[in-house]
């Protein structure tokens, strides 16, 4: 999707996309445990493997919200440097968002329905990181579109545009303004100064 980006502007973008995966992971840790405990907190500090877990899948969901952060921190770098970037008049599409419906069943519903985390906790941890990694490969080799709910939520959408030679640009934008944004030419900045960037930021009043 991003292939043409910096390198850490797309790691981190991936990484950001997981944030509300690793959110409910913990979530489901701790309550599944504990119901399965009848709610007794004093057994759930008594198991070692499981602290180390849970200790593993909060730092995940840590570095994921920071990840987050650092995107949204590039978007305002962006708008700030557009005199040095760049700025380019492009058509936004009615594309927008494209995938989250597949995105929570192929990446979600499996963390959700598929294992069990109480009883085989670090088989589940493994086969979690493991789909993943899968996905990251997916991600850095493919043209889709990785759907990203943990900006979804924070007010951001990816929007499909094109500008006036015809090149496809995936590009951010306020997600309240959607109506105002879709099917409208634009002033678009690119993230990057390189000629091969094919990401950019809305500049928005």
Not at 103 to 108: A, T
Request: net charge positive; with cysteine; proline share 1%.
């Amino acid at each position: 999707m991003f292939r043409t980006s910096r390198i850490m502007f797309r790691n981190a973008y991936y990484y950001s996309s997981l944030a509300v995966q690793n959110l409910l992971l913990v979530i489901i840790l701790l309550l599944s445990y504990l119901e399965s405990s009848k709610w007794t907190l004093k057994i759930l500090f008594r198991n070692t493997g499981f602290i180390v877990l849970l200790f593993l899948c909060v730092g995940m969901s840590i570095l994921s919200v920071l990840a987050t952060i650092y995107v949204r921190y590039v978007f305002k770098g962006a708008k700030n440097a557009s005199k040095s970037l760049g700025m380019r008049a492009m058509t936004i599409s009615d594309d927008y968002n494209n995938g989250f419906r597949e995105f929570l069943l192929s990446i979600i519903l499996p963390m959700i329905s598929t294992y069990s985390i109480v009883d085989s906790p670090f088989m589940s941890f493994t086969m979690i990181l493991l789909l993943q990694l899968l996905v990251y490969f997916f991600f850095v080799n493919s043209s889709d579109m990785l759907p990203n709910l943990t900006l979804a939520i924070s007010g951001y959408s990816v929007y499909i545009s094109v500008d006036t030679k015809g090149r496809k640009f995936f590009v951010f934008g306020s997600r309240q303004n959607i109506d105002e944004i879709l099917g409208k030419k634009k002033i678009v900045v690119l993230l990057s100064s390189s000629e091969r960037t094919n990401v950019g930021i809305i500049m928005e009043d």
